[in-house]
Nanobody, 122 residues
Framework: QVQLVESGGGLVQAGGSLRLSCAASGRAITSSVMGWFRQAPGKEREFVAAISWSGGSTYYTDSVKGRFTISRDNAKNTVYLQMNILKPEDTAVYYC???????????????WGKGTLVTVSS
């Protein structure tokens, strides 16, 4: 099983940017679909974005389309989430996830990270 560690969270003003990283260890993620989720205070965890093993296909929830970009560097065993034009409603703990395919990642990921907190002030 792959271990995932997120980093890059922090406090940012509305309109600002952050880049989250998810470093994988234990095995290569080259055959895994990778995803990002978030959980805001008092809300359920929600899907944010996913990327195919090759990086050729990406998927986003509607609320982040045009603002967030998911990418991966398989040589570094790392996945990124570039977040631009951040809004207060983006405030959440962001989690990295891995799975065998997109359906698995979006429903029952094989692996989860422990999360990194993103706080967007107005």
């Amino acid at each position: 099983q792959v271990q995932l560690v997120e980093s890059g969270g922090g406090l940012v003003q509305a309109g600002g940017s952050l880049r989250l990283s998810c470093a994988a260890s234990g095995r290569a993620i080259t055959s895994s679909v990778m995803g990002w989720f978030r959980q805001a205070p008092g809300k359920e965890r929600e899907f944010v974005a996913a990327i195919s093993w090759s990086g050729g296909s990406t998927y986003y929830t509607d609320s982040v389309k045009g603002r967030f970009t998911i990418s991966r560097d398989n040589a570094k065993n790392t996945v990124y989430l570039q977040m631009n034009i951040l809004k207060p409603e983006d405030t959440a703990v962001y989690y990295c996830a891995a799975g065998r395919n997109l359906v698995v990642v979006r429903t029952t990921p094989d692996s989860w990270g422990k999360g990194t907190l993103v706080t967007v002030s107005s």
